[in-house]
């Protein structure tokens, strides 16, 4: 539900200007004011689950989401539709933040982990997919207003169902981390880069206005793991990076997503603008990639990652990855789904439903019952902010480009594919980076949690 929302918005973006009056550049606040709470509060509420429990997080942030998604289907005003977007995002980034914290300490054997991170990644990008056939159907059929009103009966569902079903727990009490200045850096912090990231469209990346705030943003940050490595109690305990494959993991996950979510957003520009697919088609057209995902993270990937490790079953879903987006990044103006854009999702799909089982297992290989919480919150983190770069970098990218070609006499149909084109090429370059580090940086299991200094002969451990 939460993932959905970030997608379904967006097919329905111009019904809402035309019933509430937004202008082109307001009316991608509708989203961006979704997303800079969304990231900037993933860590804090992370580590809050951590103190008091998952579970309450959880349904409080439930909760939250699903009266916000209320308030955003009786909207008569941008004002308050804005203003209810924002606290949806803070209730999405509350949910969010523990969901695989929760996942992980209810599933501590390896493959029953394996497999349920499988279904936390299956349902993670099959909610980014089912938001533009949703999306399209709701709006279509009815109006925009009920992409909000379908979010209501799931999120009481989910609360009375949360409620009876998850063991309750304590936490480790707002004694053992309340850093309230460490809250304060952090949150303002990724609130800033967010809102710089995404706001660049307008302003570009060279302009004052980026540069200040992005700095500003910056700074923070320092400021914050400046205090986590002196603080008694700190909001994010930097053990937690000490895993050269948490680190990795987290790092690589952030680039594949930087060019994997963004083909998201381009290929639903192409279908439409270039093909010419309304919004239901679109949606249609990009299923198939749910469902690769859905029939490798639910079924082949747990049992590939208990087998080999997670990091043997990422480098080939890397692979996959990038050579889909390097195939359309050959999509012609006069193209066909079935022969351009068709062959290139299937390996897409595959490719990400082997990598980022293997990303979550990695990410949180390390985390202990007391920190499960915080790294689910920075897996999420990086996912966020590896979205909204790709997509902010992305697009522009491909703007710039149909810009310059349509300078040059181009037709519309040719200036815009040939910027898509660019913009898949340079999303399949940065995923061929976050391949090479993971070549590079992890290692398997065994070798990352059993050092050389503490290997003994095998002679000798059989003595013992």
Request: charged residues 10%.
């Given at each position: 539900?939460v993932?959905?929302?970030g997608?379904?918005?967006n097919v329905?973006?111009?019904?809402?200007?035309q019933?509430?009056?937004?202008?082109s550049?307001?009316?991608?606040?509708?989203?961006?004011?979704?997303?800079?709470?969304?990231g900037?509060?993933?860590?804090?509420?992370?580590?809050l689950?951590d103190?008091?429990?998952?579970?309450?997080?959880f349904i409080?942030g439930?909760g939250v989401?699903?009266?916000?998604?209320?308030?955003?289907?009786?909207?008569?005003?941008?004002?308050v539709l804005?203003?209810?977007?924002?606290?949806?995002?803070?209730?999405?980034?509350?949910?969010?933040?523990?969901?695989?914290?929760?996942?992980?300490?209810?599933f501590?054997?390896?493959?029953?982990?394996?497999?349920?991170?499988?279904?936390y990644?299956?349902?993670?990008?099959a909610?980014?997919?089912m938001?533009?056939?949703?999306?399209?159907?709701?709006t279509?059929?009815?109006?925009w207003?009920?992409?909000f009103f379908?979010?209501?009966?799931?999120?009481?569902?989910a609360?009375?169902?949360?409620?009876?079903?998850l063991?309750?727990e304590?936490g480790?009490?707002l004694g053992k981390g309340?850093d309230?200045?460490?809250?304060?850096?952090v949150t303002?912090?990724?609130?800033?880069?967010v809102?710089?990231?995404?706001?660049?469209?307008d302003?570009?990346?060279t302009?004052?206005?980026?540069?200040?705030i992005g700095?500003?943003a910056?700074?923070?940050?320092?400021?914050?793991?400046?205090?986590?490595a002196?603080a008694a109690?700190?909001l994010?305990?930097l053990?937690?990076?000490r895993?050269?494959n948490?680190?990795?993991?987290?790092?690589?996950q952030?680039?594949?997503?930087?060019?994997?979510?963004s083909?998201?957003?381009?290929c639903?520009?192409?279908?439409?603008?270039?093909?010419g697919?309304?919004?239901?088609?679109?949606?249609?057209?990009i299923?198939?990639?749910?469902?690769a995902?859905g029939?490798?993270?639910?079924?082949?990937?747990p049992r590939?990652?208990?087998?080999f490790?997670?990091r043997a079953?990422?480098?080939?879903?890397?692979?996959?990855?990038?050579?889909g987006l390097?195939?359309?990044?050959?999509?012609?103006a006069?193209?066909?789904y079935?022969?351009?854009?068709?062959?290139?999702?299937?390996p897409l799909?595959?490719?990400f439903?082997?990598?980022?089982?293997?990303?979550a297992?990695?990410?949180?290989?390390?985390?202990?019952?007391?920190?499960?919480?915080i790294?689910?919150?920075?897996?999420?983190?990086?996912?966020?902010?590896?979205?909204?770069f790709?997509?902010a970098v992305?697009?522009t990218?491909?703007?710039?480009h149909?810009?310059?070609?349509?300078g040059?006499?181009?037709s519309?149909?040719?200036?815009l594919a040939?910027?898509?084109?660019?913009?898949?090429?340079?999303?399949?370059?940065i995923v061929?980076?976050?391949?090479?580090?993971a070549?590079t940086?992890?290692?398997?299991?065994?070798t990352a949690?059993?050092?050389a200094a503490?290997?003994?002969?095998?002679?000798?451990?059989?003595t013992?």
């Amino acid at each position: 539900m939460v993932i959905l929302d970030g997608t379904i918005v967006n097919v329905a973006l111009p019904s809402i200007q035309q019933d509430l009056g937004f202008s082109s550049s307001g009316l991608a606040w509708v989203v961006n004011i979704y997303l800079v709470p969304f990231g900037g509060l993933l860590l804090l509420a992370g580590r809050l689950g951590d103190l008091v429990g998952r579970k309450r997080v959880f349904i409080n942030g439930v909760g939250v989401f699903t009266a916000a998604s209320l308030l955003c289907g009786v909207s008569q005003d941008l004002a308050v539709l804005l203003a209810s977007r924002f606290v949806q995002g803070i209730g999405g980034a509350v949910t969010s933040a523990v969901t695989l914290g929760m996942v992980v300490t209810l599933f501590p054997q390896p493959k029953e982990r394996a497999r349920a991170i499988g279904v936390y990644s299956f349902v993670q990008s099959a909610g980014g997919s089912m938001g533009l056939l949703a999306g399209g159907v709701l709006t279509q059929t009815i109006s925009w207003h009920w992409i909000f009103f379908v979010n209501v009966p799931i999120g009481i569902v989910a609360v009375l169902l949360a409620g009876r079903v998850l063991a309750s727990e304590h936490g480790v009490g707002l004694g053992k981390g309340t850093d309230v200045v460490g809250a304060l850096l952090v949150t303002s912090a990724l609130m800033l880069g967010v809102y710089t990231i995404v706001e660049t469209t307008d302003y570009g990346w060279t302009s004052a206005h980026t540069l200040g705030i992005g700095a500003a943003a910056l700074a923070l940050l320092l400021a914050f793991v400046a205090r986590q490595a002196k603080a008694a109690q700190p909001l994010l305990p930097l053990r937690v990076f000490r895993s050269r494959n948490v680190s990795g993991a987290m790092g690589i996950q952030a680039l594949m997503v930087a060019g994997m979510f963004s083909f998201q957003f381009l290929c639903v520009l192409y279908l439409q603008k270039v093909l010419g697919f309304d919004e239901i088609h679109t949606g249609l057209g990009i299923f198939p990639v749910s469902v690769a995902i859905g029939a490798l993270s639910l079924g082949l990937s747990p049992r590939l990652i208990a087998r080999f490790s997670p990091r043997a079953v990422l480098l080939p879903g890397l692979s996959l990855i990038a050579a889909g987006l390097a195939a359309l990044g050959r999509v012609p103006a006069d193209g066909s789904y079935a022969v351009d854009v068709l062959p290139a999702l299937l390996p897409l799909g595959i490719g990400f439903g082997l990598a980022m089982p293997s990303l979550a297992t990695l990410a949180m290989s390390a985390a202990t019952p007391q920190d499960s919480g915080i790294a689910s919150g920075m897996f999420n983190t990086m996912q966020q902010i590896g979205s909204a770069f790709g997509l902010a970098v992305l697009s522009t990218l491909a703007t710039s480009h149909t810009d310059a070609l349509l300078g040059e006499g181009a037709s519309t149909a040719s200036a815009l594919a040939g910027g898509y084109q660019l913009a898949f090429r340079i999303g399949a370059c940065i995923v061929a980076v976050a391949l090479l580090l993971a070549a590079t940086l992890l290692r398997s299991p065994a070798t990352a949690q059993r050092p050389a200094a503490e290997t003994k002969p095998v002679a000798e451990n059989a003595t013992r």
